[in-house]
């Protein structure tokens, strides 16, 4: 596994020196990187921004925010590290008329993903589309079915499975080193959600509500590992401490702060996850049992500064290598591209999405799937009872179980499987 990070830190280094030539040589050739425009600029786009300045794959021609303080911010990413400030449309029709674009990044708030695709679908250009993909099953199913007519690559920003810890943790897996999956367990330990534009991540209705917002990742984690569909669900949660006496513009939030989920899988893997947002530092933990032993990846981190993260891997398996554990973090010129260093490796992927390459980046559908566990357990928290997925889904005269729709990893899933007896 040592060896194996090593190779993970190479690849990506030597990816960034590499198209860092290419992009010389393409240019000399009267080519050029591809060229991005970036809708949304605040904290998750100046992330981006910062990511892609870094990895040299492509350039950033044009940027679009409505908020004049976010656009402020996002031109002074570029002036710091010595870029040249991009064009600033004045609306989405200039942009998408822009005939130097090559993709479009949308890095929006979650209410309006729906709405930023409709505007730009109409270019045929790839998309980068921020987490979650939308905010309610409707306009996920809509979303996941347009990428299937889509004539190009839809990407979604689920960058933790780029983790150094869960990067090595999915690889494991997949080779088998648990044996077969049958117990999955995922926390997070952090503190309260930071300020916003607007502050529209304190209430759900532009959130989606914490399970769907923050927590679509460690769902698609859990997805991917369980490879099956959720058919079941039960979740208990609310406000205990963030937010309670917090209003903005008269609206009172309704965000929650902490939660208990349990998910039974239709091929009878059982998850878990824990969510308390009230913790002075961040700490995340997964553990995957199987039938030869147990996987833990965590990683501890802080949001204050001076505080570095380490991140570790252990495989409990009789003879592995990774039997004590070891440190497993990346290095300090990684970690700073954006969440220890894994929206770097998304926009590897990005990159060669745009190339017309093929890569293990987040799909529609399992952005859309993340979504579901994640709607069904703050349904479950809502109404205090076990979902189940497939009548809750039926009841709302919805069907994500479609052609397209299902991940890989469950494409041989036929209805009655998914929802064994």
């Known amino acids: 596994m040592k060896e194996q990070l090593d190779t993970i830190i190479s690849d990506l280094q030597a990816s960034m020196g590499r198209d860092a030539a290419e992009s010389a040589n393409a240019g000399e050739m009267g080519g050029g990187t591809p060229s991005y425009a970036i809708i949304g600029t605040g904290m998750m786009g100046r992330e981006h921004i910062r990511a892609i300045l870094q990895l040299k794959q492509a350039s950033i021609v044009g940027i679009f925010d409505e ?71 409707e306009d996920a199913i809509y979303l996941a079915e347009a990428s299937l007519r889509y004539p190009a690559s839809i990407l979604l920003g689920m960058q933790y499975r780029y983790k150094s810890q869960y990067q090595l943790a999915l690889s494991a897996i997949s080779n088998g080193d648990v044996g077969c999956v049958k117990m999955i367990s995922l926390c997070e330990y952090r503190p309260a959600f930071l300020p916003k534009v607007k502050e529209w991540n304190k209430f759900a209705v532009y959130s989606g509500g914490t399970l769907v917002e923050k927590c679509c990742h460690y769902f698609d984690l859990m997805n991917r590992i369980a490879a099956s569909l959720p058919a079941r669900v039960f ?54 049992s199987g039938d030869r032993g147990t996987l833990r990846a965590e990683e501890q981190a802080s949001f204050k500064p001076g505080r570095g993260s380490s991140s570790k891997i252990t495989v409990e398996v009789p003879g592995h290598a990774a ?45 859309l799937w993340a979504i579901i566990t994640a709607w069904m357990a703050q349904e479950s928290v809502r109404t205090n009872t076990v979902v189940d997925v497939r009548e809750t889904l039926a009841r709302l005269g919805l069907d994500p179980f479609s052609e397209g729709l299902i991940p890989e990893f469950n494409q041989s899933d036929t209805p009655d499987e998914a929802n064994p007896s």
């Not at 939030?253 to 899988?265: E, G, N, W």
């Open 323 to 367: 039997y004590d554990g070891f440190d497993c973090t990346f290095p300090e010129a990684i970690e700073s591209g954006g969440h220890y260093g894994s929206t770097l490796f998304e926009h590897v992927r990005f990159a060669k999405r745009v190339q017309g390459q093929q890569t293990d980046g987040a799909s529609c559908a399992e952005g």
């Open 67 to 137: 908020d004049a303080g976010s656009v402020k911010r996002a031109i002074r990413e570029f002036t710091q590290s010595g870029h040249e400030a991009p064009t600033v449309y004045t609306g989405l029709d200039r942009l998408t008329n822009d005939d130097r674009i090559d993709a479009i990044l949308i890095c929006t708030p979650n209410f309006t993903h729906r709405q930023m695709f409709d505007a730009v679908k109409h270019t045929g250009k790839p998309i980068f589309l921020e987490k979650p993909m939308a905010t309610t099953l």
């Open 235 to 288: 979740a208990s949660g609310g406000r205990a401490v963030n937010f309670k006496d917090f209003s903005y513009q008269g609206q009172t939030s309704d965000i929650d702060d902490h939660a208990l989920v349990i998910v039974d899988y239709a091929n009878g893997v059982k998850g878990q996850f824990t969510l308390n947002m009230f913790s002075e530092e961040l700490y995340e933990g997964l553990t995957v």
